[in-house]
């Protein structure tokens, strides 16, 4: 009897619980907003117009310009800090110098620092002696109207 008494009473609470959560969607809905009129589509054919002979928009942003020296100066400067250390003003010629460092050892030799001369011998030298005669010497001449890269 308590079974079917306590059976009677939970679907009575489940019923309850659940006209509850339906009478709760319901006010959500009743309080929503009127749905929108649609706008009627507009003609593709027609481009949109507005009248913007009085009206003035924002200016456009712009950069202040740097003078040549802060430029010269900021070219220096890779951390921005304003101040330009040793090592930064040095760091413009690193890439020249790993240039020159074939063998990547952080030092120059004299092979290494005179390469263009050294490639321009081992050119010449035809055939391989060691040595240039003036056939040879003849074919390291400076094309005329050619500027040397580097007068090493
Ligand atoms: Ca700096
Ligand atoms: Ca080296
Ligand atoms: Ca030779």
């Not at 009677?8 to 659940?18: A, E, Q, R, S």
């Not at 706008?39 to 481009?47: G, H, N, Q, S």
């Not at 003035?56 to 921005?80: H, I, K, T």
Request: glycine content about 6%; some cysteine.
């Amino acid at each position: 009897m308590n079974r079917l008494v306590l059976g009677g009473f939970l679907t009575l609470l489940m019923v309850g619980i659940g006209l509850f959560w339906w009478q709760g969607r319901a006010e959500v809905e009743q309080g929503a907003p009127p749905p929108l009129a649609e706008a009627p589509a507009p003609d593709p054919a027609v481009l949109p117009t507005a009248d913007a002979s009085n009206m003035r928009g924002p200016a456009p942003p712009e950069a202040s310009e740097l003078s040549r020296e802060q430029q010269r100066f900021f070219r220096y400067d890779r951390d921005r800090d304003r101040r330009i250390t040793r090592n930064e003003m040095l760091s413009t010629r690193t890439s020249a110098f790993r240039d020159l460092d074939k063998d990547g050892n952080n030092l120059l030799t004299f092979e290494e620092w005179a390469v263009t001369t050294v490639d321009k011998f081992e050119q010449a030298d035809a055939n391989r002696n060691g040595e240039l005669d003036q056939k040879e010497f003849a074919t390291t001449a400076p094309r005329p109207g050619a500027t040397p890269a580097c007068r090493c």
